[in-house]
T-cell receptor
Framework: DAGITQSPRHKVTETGTPVTLRCHQTENHRYMYWYRQDPGHGLRLIHYSYGVKDTDKGEVSDGYSVSRSKTEDFLLTLESATSSQTSVYFC???????????????FGPGTRLTVL | DQQVKQNSPSLSVQEGRISILNCDYTNSMFDYFLWYKKYPAEGPTFLISISSIKDKNEDGRFTVFLNKSAKHLSLHIVPSQPGDSAVYFCAASHTSGTYKYIFGTGTRLKVLA
């Protein structure tokens, strides 16, 4: 257990509504990530953070924004949800102690989001 | 452009036999590779990794082989057990300054008892 929680775990919403997913960690890890998992696409990086207020885009960032005002929390916001954003969303953390890209990532349990 | 590819979406193996999962990559900058295992309704968990300075890394029943010239890696599970039934993702990164990881599309392994 890497001390990662995601909330909510399930959410059903309607097209056009804003949605915020929360990732919370208790390990003080520097790096936090948001991925989405879709059939045939695997895990795709949406955004990641390398410190408080420091974020960068991943492969599929359009339609998503993130914020990290505290080390322990990384929020993913869908400003206006669309049906194409129906997916399972995973948060991950990494300590960032080793060489770049060599840290083990620990994943949260996931949030299943359905946009009707 | 899929930089990390797992061309077999699924694989079935008899219990006790070897499972071989394959992964190909296109970006020659990648120099660190990881395998993750994922059960339904859970997040992926780290399995094993390999640096490009090696061509093999072993951990118990799991061995990862890296062929840099072919830009190919494989995960061998010997002997396969029913509890190994899961989706396996390979991931790649380059250690020259980024902490981003690119994942493949996953292979669903089913180990038959």
């Amino acid at each position: 257990d890497a001390g990662i929680t995601q909330s909510p775990r399930h959410k059903v919403t309607e097209t056009g509504t804003p949605v915020t997913l929360r990732c919370h960690q208790t390990e003080n890890h520097r790096y936090m990530y948001w991925y989405r998992q879709d059939p045939g696409h695997g895990l795709r990086l949406i955004h990641y953070s390398y410190g408080v207020k420091d974020t960068d885009k991943g492969e599929v960032s359009d339609g998503y924004s993130v914020s990290r005002s505290k080390t322990e929390d990384f929020l993913l916001t869908l400003e206006s949800a669309t049906s194409s954003q129906t997916s399972v969303y995973f948060c991950a953390i990494a300590a960032g102690r080793g060489r770049a890209g060599t840290d083990t990532q620990y994943f949260g349990p996931g949030t299943r989001l359905t946009v009707l | 452009d899929q930089q990390v590819k797992q061309n077999s979406p699924s694989l079935s193996v008899q219990e006790g036999r070897i499972s071989i999962l394959n992964c190909d990559y296109t970006n020659s900058m990648f120099d660190y590779f990881l395998w993750y295992k994922k059960y339904p309704a859970e997040g992926p968990t780290f399995l094993i990794s390999i640096s490009s300075i090696k061509d093999k890394n072993e951990d118990g029943r799991f061995t990862v082989f890296l062929n840099k010239s072919a830009k190919h890696l494989s995960l061998h599970i010997v002997p396969s057990q029913p509890g190994d039934s899961a989706v396996y993702f390979c991931a790649a990164s380059h250690t020259s300054g980024t902490y981003k990881y690119i994942f493949g599309t996953g292979t669903r392994l089913k180990v038959l008892a």
